[in-house]
């Protein structure tokens, strides 16, 4: 990753976002004008999840201890309803160190001056989860085998996701990652995952929780699918249970429509037999 500058700006947004995903942002007034300088700049910015509400009236403590990321644009879209969204890359997590305020950023986005804009801005550092230069052989050797468990997981929720097998370039691209903590964020980015499942997430700091998190999220969707396709069957046989009692219902009654009309048949016989 390339060099942060001094300071960058913050935009907050009501939701959680996993490193190396692409996310469709429908921003603010306030953000707007900071993502439209950084989209020709193609400059970074942290985004921490907030409220535009919530994060108006936090204090710069608060602000530290929001999830935060690291992102860039990547493109701009402009809707027929005169709308723009921009395509952002989540790069990593962010741990934020510092910050300053009423900074004019859209005039100057790394070299903060005094103004009338009611920016934040913030020194930050990348916050990986995994720090391979302090791993004890131990920690290495586990983590190792943590991989190969979270992609067998990650195997699983592909097949049930994906029918028809068309996983192969995910399972790639997850395969081929050799940093754990990276290889762990590609299958969350990858997964169908709510906002309080990304939040819960994200909050994790230690390489064994972010593991477990992952195989929970698999064993939630294998679950859940296993119930879905249980009831599902449960209903089939229901159907062809009720499908067969109506043909057997029909059976009988032609079976006894016929013995009827024997029965009528037998009688006229007998009595032209009598006559």
Same mark, same amino acid.
């Given at each position: !990753?390339?060099?942060?500058?001094?300071?960058?700006?913050?935009?907050?947004?009501?939701?959680?976002?996993?490193?190396?995903?692409?996310?469709?942002?429908?921003?603010?007034?306030?953000?707007?004008?900071?993502? %439209?300088?950084? *989209?020709?700049?193609?400059?970074?910015?942290?985004?921490?999840?907030?409220?535009?509400?919530?994060?108006?009236?936090?204090?710069?403590?608060?602000?530290?201890?929001?999830?935060?990321?690291?992102?860039?644009?990547?493109?701009?879209?402009?809707?027929?309803?005169?709308?723009?969204?921009?395509?952002?890359?989540?790069?990593?997590?962010?741990?934020?160190?510092?910050?300053?305020?009423?900074?004019?950023?859209?005039? %100057?986005?790394?070299?903060?001056?005094?103004?009338?804009?009611?920016?934040?801005?913030?020194?930050?550092?990348?916050?990986?989860?995994?720090?391979?230069?302090? *791993?004890?052989?131990?920690?290495?050797?586990? !983590?190792?085998?943590?991989?190969?468990?979270?992609?067998?997981?990650?195997?699983?929720?592909?097949?049930?996701?994906?029918?028809?097998?068309?996983?192969?370039?995910?399972?790639?691209?997850?395969?081929?990652?050799?940093?754990?903590?990276?290889?762990?964020?590609?299958?969350?980015?990858?997964?169908?995952?709510?906002?309080?499942?990304?939040?819960?997430?994200?909050?994790?700091?230690?390489?064994?929780?972010?593991?477990?998190?992952?195989?929970?999220?698999?064993?939630?969707?294998?679950?859940?699918?296993?119930?879905?396709?249980?009831?599902?069957?449960? *209903?089939?046989?229901?159907?062809?249970?009720?499908?067969?009692?109506?043909?057997?219902?029909?059976q009988m009654k032609a079976v006894r429509d016929e013995l009827e009309k024997t029965k009528k048949l037998a009688q006229r016989m007998k009595v032209v037999v009598l006559i």
């Amino acid at each position: !990753m390339n060099a942060l500058p001094k300071f960058i700006p913050i935009i907050n947004f009501d939701g959680a976002f996993i490193p190396h995903a692409e996310s469709l942002l429908l921003p603010n007034k306030r953000n707007e004008k900071i993502l %439209s300088k950084l *989209a020709r700049k193609v400059d970074k910015f942290i985004i921490v999840d907030a409220k535009d509400d919530n994060f108006a009236s936090m204090s710069d403590e608060d602000i530290k201890n929001l999830p935060a990321v690291i992102a860039s644009v990547s493109d701009r879209i402009e809707f027929p309803d005169g709308s723009t969204r921009y395509v952002v890359v989540i790069e990593e997590r962010a741990n934020i160190i510092e910050l300053t305020r009423n900074v004019d950023m859209v005039s %100057s986005l790394s070299e903060p001056e005094q103004g009338t804009e009611q920016s934040v801005s913030a020194i930050c550092i990348p916050a990986p989860v995994v720090v391979l230069e302090h *791993a004890s052989e131990e920690d290495l050797e586990i !983590m190792k085998e943590l991989r190969v468990k979270v992609i067998d997981a990650f195997v699983m929720y592909s097949k049930s996701k994906d029918r028809a097998g068309n996983f192969s370039e995910k399972l790639s691209a997850v395969r081929s990652e050799k940093d754990f903590g990276t290889c762990c964020d590609l299958i969350a980015c990858l997964m169908d995952l709510n906002v309080e499942q990304r939040r819960e997430y994200l909050k994790i700091k230690d390489y064994k929780e972010l593991a477990t998190q992952i195989l929970s999220f698999v064993e939630h969707v294998i679950y859940k699918d296993k119930i879905i396709d249980e009831i599902t069957l449960k *209903a089939r046989r229901s159907i062809d249970l009720g499908q067969k009692a109506y043909f057997l219902r029909e059976q009988m009654k032609a079976v006894r429509d016929e013995l009827e009309k024997t029965k009528k048949l037998a009688q006229r016989m007998k009595v032209v037999v009598l006559i």
